[in-house]
């Protein structure tokens, strides 16, 4: 498995079956501050620059794509032909209360807006499922790798078969937090290892990328199922970031579908 940047994308590839990939800003409509390939409908950009750019980004079609609500919290669904289209061509549909998509079906394209959270993408070695997950820091703590990963093998897919990218998000050299994040990574973890000094003694720097890797490795994801894409959405300009362009901006999209 190998993260591969294409045109204005990143592609995750390795498994056949399996097409995923991450937007970046570049190569859309949009007019500042969500110039310009925005593809969401909730941040004040104008619906039919949205819908145009997301024409563009999906190739496979809107009518096929199922987008989920992100609430950050953990709660994972599979869903399938019947759920094709919700959330696609407006926000009101989404699937409500949901950070984590798994599908069998291959007629559906799973798809969720990032702009500095964790994007995870999980597939089967044999491509008979994929999912998504959006692991800000909460959804993190809260385990909605932990909850996906149990959904997988409760519906009988073997735990080595599962494979995982972790793609672009804000990086430990720019997401600084304070107590009230520290606490409970360190209590998920039992450790401080995703965690260096910040600006002072009351803030610390977070690695994200590599505590969603541990939590996966301590449910028994081995280390070669994994592959980090380790680019920080802060520090690269063709990425919207929630937290540098404070607040108002754009989303990318992360985006996996059977083939």
Not at 84 to 103: C, F, H, K, Q, V
Not at 124 to 142: E, F, N, P, S, Y
Not at 166 to 192: M, S
């Amino acid at each position: 498995m190998q993260w591969v940047q294409e045109d204005n994308r990143w592609q995750w590839r390795g498994i056949s079956g399996v097409k995923a990939w991450f937007s970046t800003r570049v190569g859309g409509r949009g007019k500042p501050p969500y110039d310009s390939l925005n593809l969401s409908f909730n941040v004040g950009d104008d619906p039919e620059t949205v819908l145009e750019n997301r024409r563009h980004a999906i190739p496979q079609g809107l009518s096929r794509l199922i987008m989920a609500q992100q609430v950050h919290q953990s709660e994972v669904a599979w869903v399938g032909a019947l759920d094709r289209g919700r959330g696609a061509y407006e926000p009101g549909s989404r699937l409500p209360g949901l950070d984590g998509l798994l599908t069998r079906d291959a007629e559906v394209v799973l798809g969720m807006e990032f702009a500095d959270c964790v994007p995870i993408f999980l597939a089967d070695r044999q491509g008979r499922w994929v999912g998504i997950l959006h692991a800000g820091w909460k959804g993190t703590v809260l385990g909605v790798q932990r909850r996906a990963v149990a959904d997988i093998v409760d519906a009988g897919y073997d735990l080595n078969d599962i494979r995982v990218g972790i793609g672009p998000a804000i990086g430990p050299c720019c997401y600084e937090v304070d107590q009230r994040v520290e606490e409970p990574i360190k209590r998920v973890l039992g450790h401080n290892r995703t965690l260096r000094p910040g600006r002072d003694g009351g803030h610390w720097r977070l690695d994200l990328w590599t505590t969603n890797r541990l939590i996966l490795e301590s449910i028994g994801i081995p280390p070669e199922h994994i592959a980090v894409l380790e680019i920080c959405t802060s520090c690269r300009p063709e990425f919207f970031s929630y937290r540098r362009d404070s607040k108002v901006t754009g989303r990318m999209g992360g985006f996996i579908c059977r083939i």
